[in-house]
Every structure is written in C-alpha cells, then in structure tokens.
C-alpha cells in the first residue's frame, strides 16, 4: 500500500510540473524567445533548470518521478522559476513530502496584517446571530465577536486594542464577572490549543513576548503553562447556566477557514429546542 502511495504521489508531481511549465513561455520569464516552432508548449526543461539554478539532469529526474528528495531552497527556487502562486507552491512542497520552512506559515499571518483582509469572514461571523461566534487570529487574537456571542460568552469590549486576544481576556482581565468555572474550562482549552500554535511559533520575537507577558501577569497560567497540555480540535457541547437565558445547551467547535491556516472561527449552534428558543430571542 505504501509503495501505491508513493507511485501514486510521484506520478501527480511529475503531471503538476510539466502542467506549470508548460503554460509558460520564454516571453514570461524575460528569456529571447525566437519565433521557432516548439514540439510542446512551454518552457524546455533546460530552460526552467536554468532559471531554477538546478542541474538539468536532476530536474529532469524529478519530472520523471524519480526517487529524489529535494530541498526546500531547491523547491523554493523551483516555484519562484514557475511562478507559482502561495496554494501551488504548498502543493508542490506537499507532492514533494518536503515541510515548507516555518516562515511560509507566519509570513503575512499576522493579525494586524489580516484584518484589512477578512472582511468577508467577520461579516461570516456577524450573519450566524443568534448563534454566537466569533473569530481568532494568531495568538488567540480577536478578531470578530457577534452580539450572540457577547450575550452568552460575554464581552471583551472592556480590552484596548492591544490587548484583545482571548487568552489575555480569560487570564488577566476578565472584566466583568471574573473567572466562572465556565470560563476557567474555556481558558484551558484555549491555553491547550494555544500551546500546540505555539509549538510551530518557539522563537518568534511576537510568541516569546506574548508568552513572558502572560507568565507576567497571570500565576494560574504559569501553573497551566506547565502543565504542557496541548490540543488541536477544540468541539463537543457545553452546558451553561445564563443569568437572563437560563440553562443553555450548546454544541460548539472551532474550524479553520479555508486558505487562512492560522486563523480559527468558533460556532455555538443550540443542542435542544428549549436553547433554541432562548437564543432566538436575542
């Protein structure tokens, strides 16, 4: 099975490259382009492993599906020499099985970079009330909260703007009514799944100060933090007593948009009529 895998995999890289080569032409990539017939459309091999600085033999090899691993500074180079967009250039690290250097995940990931960009996903957020929702970037930072959400969870309006990430709301300043048992099963999940982003973060000047400000400020996080409880899948359904809705039944998960790795949106959607109706007359 595995050997099927493999074959399998090499005969996609070996159709992925020669489709991208294939639609370009020497005019694209700034090389004289002399008006003579080519038996295939696009770049020739040796064209492409010119741009790439790679040896013509060894592209080749690749192309056939040979047994190669290359590197990820040979990738990179290849991808730039096709032109390749962010979601191919992560197909042909994949196709490969060569891991993308961890600055393809935090560059332009940065959460004061992609709110300009996510207006289609806080309106996403807005448009699930009554259900409550809401939308983190990196470092638990918030980025959309509906009012559903800030009846039933309730609200970091309270936050500056610099401090509005989730993690710094339920272990800091939690606001108005203060740490519940709700909320304190909450901030372990989130600190849980906030230490498995972290792993792939160690070193960052924004992590590590993210990080040293919350050990700072918050003695039960520096017990939690090392604890060294890690999750990815954050789902199941919670029951919660509401000072004005009453008991409220909820099923919940987080998901991660499509094209945004690092983002995560959280939705809460009623398990039982009696919730259903209580959220309705929000």
């Known amino acids: 099975m595995a050997a099927a895998s493999s074959i399998s995999r090499r005969d996609e890289l070996r159709g992925f490259l020669r489709s991208r080569r294939a639609r ?56 730039r020499a096709l032109r390749l967009d962010a979601a191919e250039r992560r197909t042909l690290f994949a196709l490969a099985r060569t891991e993308l250097p961890l600055a393809d995940d935090v560059a332009g990931s940065d959460s004061e970079q992609l709110e300009g960009d996510l207006n289609h996903l806080v309106a996403l957020v807005d448009s699930l009330h009554p259900n409550p929702a809401y939308l983190l970037g990196p470092r638990t930072r918030i980025l959309a909260w509906n009012r559903a959400a800030a009846v039933v969870l309730g609200s970091p309006d309270h936050l500056p703007p610099d401090k509005r990430y989730l993690l710094w709301w339920l272990m800091v300043d939690p606001g108005e009514g203060g740490m519940t048992a709700q909320r304190e099963s909450t901030a372990r999940n989130t600190l849980a799944r906030f230490r498995a982003e972290y792993a792939r973060h160690a070193g960052e000047p924004e992590y590590e100060e993210f990080l040293a400000e919350l050990r700072e400020r918050s003695p039960r996080f520096r017990e939690w933090w090392d604890e060294h409880e890690v999750i990815e899948a954050q789902r199941g359904t919670k029951v919660m007593e509401h000072p004005q809705l009453g008991t409220l039944r909820l099923h919940h998960a987080q998901t991660v948009p499509t094209g945004e790795p690092e983002l995560r949106m959280a939705v809460y959607a009623p398990a039982d009529e009696a919730t259903r109706v209580a959220l309705s007359s929000l």
Request: glycine share 14%.
């Open 24 to 79: 370009l032409s020497p005019s694209d990539v700034g090389l004289p382009d002399n008006g003579g017939r080519r038996r295939t459309p696009g770049l020739r091999r040796e064209e492409l492993a010119g741009l790439a600085g790679v040896g013509v033999s060894w592209y080749t090899w690749l192309e056939q599906g040979r047994d190669i691993n290359p590197s990820p500074e040979v990738l990179d180079a290849l991808a």
